[in-house]
């Protein structure tokens, strides 16, 4: 499977999973090193996101970087087998249960897409604080460059997933403005959809 043939706004779902054999095209390496402080991480591994979407979050951090602000991509891209090893880490250090609300299942995580990106600080590493107002920033400013919060903190029964602050989707601008404006996730655009039909 091609990745450019994959939409966007593709929602990845346990009934429609990617194939572990996946992998997308046009992927580029965006940093030297795998910024995302875990036991699992292979210190070879470096992130990598599809060419395009780096080029969106380059242009985001350049008019950040003349506000005052200063993000880096903290992971992008993973393989199966990458998310795998994530799986089975947090499998082991907090059970089956709390790894099914903070990781998705194989073949449904987002990163394997290349459309995905944790996004950290320079100044203050991975966010975890809404009261950081560099996350305010980047949460107010993402979506003009076709990026979305992709588990808002109160839609974890609609997303299926803990709130993650960093976790972000490119899905385009015009979908990225709408979705933001009307505090829509993914899943309910798909489901309004769904509705039309």
Aim: charged share 25%; with cysteine.
């Amino acid at each position: 499977m091609n990745i450019d043939n994959m939409e966007p706004s593709r929602l990845l779902k346990r009934a429609v999973p990617l194939d572990k054999s996946f992998v997308p095209s046009r992927l580029v390496v965006t940093d030297e090193n795998e910024n995302n402080f875990h036991n699992f991480v292979d210190p070879n591994f470096k992130p990598m996101i599809k060419d395009f979407v780096f080029d969106y979050f380059n242009s985001f951090n350049e008019s950040a970087i003349l506000d005052g602000y200063n993000y880096i991509i903290d992971s992008g891209y993973r393989s199966f087998e990458y998310l795998q090893a994530i799986w089975d880490y947090n499998v082991s250090k907090m059970g089956l249960e709390k790894t099914r609300d903070r990781v998705a299942s194989l073949g449904c995580s987002e990163h394997q897409s290349g459309l995905t990106i944790d996004i950290a600080s320079l100044r203050y590493g991975i966010y975890s604080d809404l009261n950081n107002e560099e996350i305010a920033y980047l949460m107010r400013n993402i979506y003009k460059y076709g990026f979305i919060l992709r588990y808002p903190e109160s839609k974890k029964i609609i997303t299926g997933y803990n709130y993650k602050p960093w976790h972000y989707r490119f899905v385009g601008v015009d979908l990225a403005t709408y979705l933001t404006k009307e505090k829509l996730t993914l899943e309910e655009h798909h489901e309004k959809i769904l509705l039309k039909k």
